[in-house]
T-cell receptor, first 112, second 113 residues
């Protein structure tokens, strides 16, 4: 079945550091890929998405590129801020289904 | 445009009771999905409704059920609550349900004692 694997957290960075959170997936065909973010005590917010190979999703300084050859969708940001502290989830949907398959989540803490 | 709303936000129940959670999707959205979030299992898909019909179902026991109304609002019900049902229950809506972006509500946090 479809699955998503994210790097284990937690990740702790200093403000203005470079961020990478690795995400790889297993799926047949061509899934759509997503990054969601969850701030403490809140639901999930869509951060960015990509629907086909080589697409780059971007939002709020975050980027991720859909790499079919490596089945990856790594999240990057050049300079993190304290306000980026949250849990980040990589996810996919496929085959006309609305079912989101999530990774385990990666908790990011950014210190001033 | 108002986002996805869920009521109640917090709920405390005891084992054996039943509970009903409500979700109002974004106006114009016809697909509603439910997810359970726990520290151990992470985010797991419960079911999806589209135009009042259950279209997909996850691997949860029959104690978990749901429905969707003609105005796209959805409810989920859990009967005979168990301690392990303590979780954050998230609702998400999307336009027509074909690999569309899903927008999540703030969730209902259920504690079973």
């Amino acid at each position: 079945g479809n699955s998503v694997t994210q790097m284990e957290g937690p990740v702790t960075l200093s403000e203005e550091a470079f961020l990478t959170i690795n995400c790889t997936y297993t799926a047949t065909g061509y899934p759509s890929l997503f990054w969601y973010v969850q701030y403490p005590g809140e639901g999930l917010q869509l951060l960015l998405k990509a629907t086909k190979a080589d697409d780059k999703g971007s939002n709020k300084g975050f980027e991720a590129t859909y790499r079919k050859e490596t089945t990856s969708f790594h999240l990057e940001k050049g300079s993190v801020q304290v306000s980026d502290s949250a849990v980040y989830f990589c996810a996919l949907t496929q085959g006309g289904s609305e079912k989101l398959v999530f990774g385990k989540g990666t908790k990011l803490t950014v210190n001033p | 445009k108002a986002g996805v709303t869920q009521t109640p936000r917090y709920l405390i129940k005891t084992r054996g009771q039943q509970v009903t959670l409500s979700c109002s999707p974004i106006s114009g959205h016809r697909s509603v999905s439910w997810y359970q979030q726990t520290p151990g299992q992470g985010l797991q898909f419960l079911f999806e409704y589209f135009s009042e019909t259950q279209r997909n179902k996850g691997n949860f026991p029959g104690r978990f059920s749901g429905r969707q109304f003609s105005n796209s609002r959805s409810e989920m019900n859990v009967s005979t609550l168990e301690l392990g049902d303590s979780a954050l229950y998230l609702c998400a809506s999307s336009l027509d349900g074909v690999q569309e972006t899903q927008y999540f509500g703030p969730g209902t946090r259920l504690l079973v004692l």
